[in-house]
């Protein structure tokens, strides 16, 4: 298996379950990045891991909480998420580092939040 | 503040000559990029262009990037029905700490037989 795999494709959720989103890449990559994707909005970049080490969160939410046990491999973890929580969340690697070039994308995980 | 902005659709016929357009406005941006979203799918990295270049072609693919104008330009030639996708435009910008992309709201390619 090769690329960035991600897992579940599809979640529904009621506002008070808890839930993990996974990731993995075999590309070999060094930092590894969450993204939430919403209907009319700009991508937003949620965290960045550069080598295990978390290296940026863009002021979100603690109802989300990554984690990043080793460089293939990428957790979100949710719990308590409202229903504007709701949209497509994209995994994504490079290879440079967290240097924003040359991001590599999973298919991502359409959440729902009822 | 920095911004990114694309045209929402663009609807051509297979065959003909697609050219989606973007504007931005941090001026010190170091790369500029193009990805791909197709139905279902995550972004794909379509091409790239340093910010010292006017033009990158690379197949069916040309950038044109005009400094002075902040505007970046895709150009697929022979367009097919597989280009149908939102086309993304990002600029990377900052250094260092600061370094981040900014993207657009997506360009939604139609292509008609």
Same mark, same amino acid.
């Given at each position: 298996?090769?690329g960035v795999?991600q ?16 990731c @993995?890449q075999?590309?070999?990559? #060094?930092?590894?990045y969450?993204y939430?994707q ?5 991508l ?11 290296? @940026? #969160? ?8 990554? @984690? ?20 497509l969340?994209l995994c994504a690697s490079s ?5 924003? @070039?040359?991001l590599f994308f999973g298919s991502g ?6 | ?8 659709? *663009? ?11 973007? %504007? ?9 990029? $193009?990805y791909k979203q197709?139905?279902?799918a995550g972004l794909q990295l379509? %091409? ?23 505007? *970046? ?7 097919? %029905? ?6 993304f ?13 900014? $993207?657009? *709201?997506?360009?939604? *390619?139609?292509?008609?037989?």
């Open positions: 298996e090769t795999t897992t579940p494709r599809h979640l529904v959720m009621g506002m008070t379950n808890k839930k993990s989103l996974k @993995e075999h590309l070999g990559h #060094n930092a590894m969450w939430k919403s209907a009319k909005k700009p937003e970049l949620m965290f960045v891991y550069n080598f295990k080490e978390q290296t @940026e #969160n863009n002021s979100v939410p603690s109802r989300f909480s990554p @984690e990043c046990p080793n460089s293939s491999h990428l957790f979100l973890h949710l719990h308590t998420l409202q229903p504007e929580d709701s949209a969340y290879p440079q580092g967290a240097t924003n @070039e040359k995980t359409q959440l729902s939040v009822l | 503040g920095e911004d990114v902005e694309q045209s929402l659709f *663009l609807s051509v016929r297979e065959g003909d000559s697609s050219v989606i357009n973007c %504007t931005y406005t941090d001026s010190s941006s170091t790369y500029l990029y $193009w197709e139905p279902g379509l %091409t790239y262009i340093f910010s010292n270049m006017d033009m990158k072609q690379d197949q069916r693919l040309t950038v044109l990037l005009n400094k002075k104008d902040k505007h *970046l330009s895709l150009r697929i030639a022979d367009t097919q %029905t597989g280009d149908s996708a939102i086309y435009c990002a600029e990377d910008t900052g250094a260092g700490n600061n370094r981040k992309l900014i $993207w657009g *709201l997506g360009t939604s *390619l139609a292509v008609n037989p």
